[in-house]
């Protein structure tokens, strides 16, 4: 029986045993080796997304210098005081911040322009950005050395509105676009490597204790859960980003339209955000963009929409909401913020806001032509003096051309 003893089942299971360990140890290792892989992925994308929103933030007020630039330069041969100054200091700022968008700022999450679309832009063709911003940047400090009485002075302001209009303008649309596919690209590889992520670990649960794996099932649902939030979220105020609004915001209208419902959209400014950012610098400007947010969500009901459009610009739907409901919200908000104070590096910060509001103005109108009358309200409270709500005529009018510099220079600040 010693020949039989020696062979034991316990001799057959050794092996076995020693497979099955390798596999649950490998089993293991993997879902590990991918829940780091994606934890150090989405923190990666995070701070790339960071750096984008950065950038198109930081862009986006280059578009609006351009036109301050143009807009000085026009006040100049007006002989408006302190012209000549705002416009050396609108040319300065213009030259750091493009300096800025091409060598990168660690200090304001701005990251270099390496991509070869990027490059393009900025180096590459008839009229690359760089040499443009340079040739407007030089003309815009010429023309502040320039006497009034000058007769080079009126060809040099022509030049100087054409540049402003053409190619800077379309150019850094397209900085801002490229950097919204970047980002754009750079989450959806995340989003399909954290499907790929979850297909793998729910096959190996098949053969591994769902117990061991649980905790990290949860992990990857709530880095999925957080890639559609960010996806969907403005990065500085949590509200809707400006895609994410007009998809949602088209829906409901489109819903009121086939139901006869009243809807309303507004639109909402921050009155005299440059000097609040010249005096507590771009960090007390994001500190009050996130307390006014913060109080405007609290102060909404679920169903209505709420979002940034960028910069200073937020925008609200209120559906089942007539315009003089869509009036008396806007009242409530404005009053709410004037008694704002945004405590900052010791200081309170108070500010007031602008509201413009438009309801459907029939059957056939679509949002974008509602959101236009709605701004177009707004401007009309900046220009009657700011800290206003002003209705859109019931009519649908026209947008007035944010571009035109005679209608602009008639407009205060914003």
Known sequence: MQGDQGFTPTAVREPSNRLLTIGYTVALGLVALMALASHVTLNHVLHEHEGAASVINVSGRQRMLSQRIAGFAAEMALNVPGARGELLNAADEFERSHRNLILGNEALHLPPAQTPELRAIYFE????????????????????????????????????????????????????????????????????????????????????????????????????????????????????NRRSFSERAKAEFDRAARNGRPICVLAIDADRFKSI?????????????????????????????????????????????????????????????????????????????????????????TLESAMSRADAALYRAKANGRNRVEAAPTSVSPMPDRNDYGSRLAQPAR
């Open 125 to 240: 063709g008839d009229h690359p950005l760089d040499a443009s911003v340079k040739v407007f940047v030089a003309r815009a400090r010429q023309l502040a050395d320039m006497k009034l009485d000058d007769p080079a002075r009126a060809d040099e302001q022509a030049h100087l509105f054409a540049e402003a209009r053409e190619p800077i303008l379309t150019d850094l649309n397209a900085v801002v676009t490229a950097h919204q596919r970047t980002s754009e690209a750079r989450l959806n590889m995340l989003e399909r490597m954290q499907t790929t992520s979850l297909i793998v670990i729910l096959m190996t649960l098949i053969v591994e204790a769902l117990i061991i794996f649980r905790p990290m099932v949860l992990r990857i649902a709530r880095y999925t859960r957080a890639l559609s939030v960010m996806a969907a979220t403005d990065y500085l105020t949590n509200t809707l």
């Open 277 to 365: 950012n010249d005096t507590y610098g771009h960090s007390g400007g994001d500190a009050v963009l996130k307390a006014l947010a913060l109080a405007i969500s609290q102060n909404l009901r679920p169903s209505d929409l709420f979002a940034r459009m960028g910069g200073e610009e937020f925008s609200i739907l209120l559906a089942e909401t007539p315009l003089q409901g869509g009036l008396v919200t806007a009242q409530r908000l404005k009053t709410l913020v004037e008694g704002l104070k945004v405590p900052f590096a010791g200081k309170l910060i108070d500010f007031t806001i602008s509201i413009g509001v438009a309801d459907r103005g029939d059957a056939h109108e």
